[in-house]
């Protein structure tokens, strides 16, 4: 019996409209009933997740929340680290120094700063407006090199961004924990960090086999999730090599396909 499910937010609990629809609202009501423990792992910081966090009632003492494509693991009511997988400033820099060698802008997550930027750009913008948080324009090359960085992200348009992935050194695939979360996002993490290693390391705190946990995301973020977790989901309106390794690919996320999930394999 399936005792854990994990969802991503963006392109798969959330509609085209950035909304919990009720009849994904009543599902996880009900799983949550039957004691099935439900979790959001975003790549968002958790004051981008605490809305929906709150819209579903996951914020108490026995709810967790894996942020930024789970480097933090986080209690949802204290905000207690259960794990945290953190670069250095020194990674930012080299990357800063990376993404200007490849024509992409780029922002990062300080544990201290919040999200810091050496210039505005509208997918800065974007991160910050869908999170409700403040930008802090930073000197990347002043940063301490030892200062915690939860990510670095690469952005910019799609067709540029893709073109400066296929630059990338292979070298980096050793160091860092690399994904897509968006056409115009691409994350560096820990090389512990990535949503697959947080969902493992949740079900171990839990006293859970991958067996016993459906994950269930839309892009390149939530790949691995979904290969580790006993049942792993696709939206249907997923990236094609997100849909390539799931066991099930559900509803999209704006036909309600999270509630599907729960009807078919929790509910039913």
Known sequence: MYKLVVLDM???????????????????????????????????????M????????????????????????????????IRS??????DAIELYHL???????????????????????????HEAN???IEINICDFTQLDPEEEMIKVMMIDEAEILTAA???????LQDKYHMAQSAPFFYEFMSKKSGKANGVAALAAHLGL????????GDAGND??????????IAMSNATDDVKAVADYITLSNDEDGVAHVFEKFILA
Do not use: W
């Open 10 to 48: 963006d392109g798969t609990l959330l509609n085209s409209q950035k909304e919990i629809t009720s009849n994904v609202r009543e599902a996880i009501k009900s799983a949550k009933e039957r004691g099935v423990k439900v979790v959001l792992a975003s790549g968002r910081p958790f004051e981008g």
């Open 50 to 81: 605490l809305p929906a966090l709150q819209t579903l009632g996951l914020t108490t003492e026995e709810d967790y929340v894996l942020t930024c494509n789970a480097s933090l693991i986080l209690n949802a009511a204290s905000k207690a680290v």
């Open 85 to 90: 997988e953190f670069l250095k400033g020194q």
């Open 99 to 125: 993404s200007n060698q490849l024509g992409v802008n780029t922002h990062a997550y300080s544990a201290k700063t919040g999200l810091i930027t050496p210039k505005i750009s509208k997918y800065t913008e």
């Open 130 to 132: 869908i999170n409700g």
């Open 165 to 171: 992935i296929n630059q990338l050194p292979d070298s």
């Open 209 to 216: 086999s991958n067996e016993q946990v459906i994950c269930v």
């Open 223 to 232: 790949l691995e999730m979904i290969r580790y977790a006993g049942l792993g």
